[in-house]
């Protein structure tokens, strides 16, 4: 003899409980430490500000600790890519380390671009751990007027 079992609906919870559930569950708590609070998710991922104005788009990484030297940017079929790697520190045998919060690593961006960016005016400055890129736009160059004539 088999016997068939219904899914009862889940109790019912108050706005409290949901929300009590949402951030004390194991899994979430996991991926917000994780990836958000530690630096890992910014060493992967540097925090990225672009601005637009009539003439060009400005790009700004934040990524201290670094020297122009370990950049590379590249732009092909439209994908702007900003890399840095950084080769880790060696370490002094006369030393012992106490603590260690933060450390180097390399980390890898993309952006598409429109076709309004000019890619043979794209510049690059490294100041105070902030990467910044400079896209100008293509100069607006309109077609002369037209008059079509109705037959």
Known sequence: MT???????????????????????AGFN?????????HDFYGAYPPVNITETKDAYQVDLLVPG?????????????????????????????QKQLRREFSFRSFKRSFTLNEQV?????????????????????????DAAKVIVVE
């Not at 016997?3 to 004390?24: D, M, R």
């Not at 370990?70 to 732009?75: S, Y």
């Not at 000019?118 to 309109?142: C, R």
Request: glycine share 4%.
């Open 66 to 94: 670094l020297s122009k030297e370990d950049f590379k940017i590249n732009l092909e079929n439209k994908t702007l890519t900003i890399s840095a790697e950084k080769v880790a520190e060696s370490k002094d045998e006369n």
């Open 30 to 38: 996991k991926a917000w430490k994780d990836d958000f609070h530690t």
């Open 118 to 142: 000019d890619a043979e005016k794209i510049q690059a400055k490294y100041d105070n751990g902030v990467l910044k890129l400079q896209l100008a736009k293509k100069e607006n160059v309109q």
């Open 3 to 25: 016997f068939v079992k219904f899914n009862q609906a889940p109790a019912v919870k108050s706005f409290g409980g949901l929300v009590e559930e949402i951030f004390n569950n």
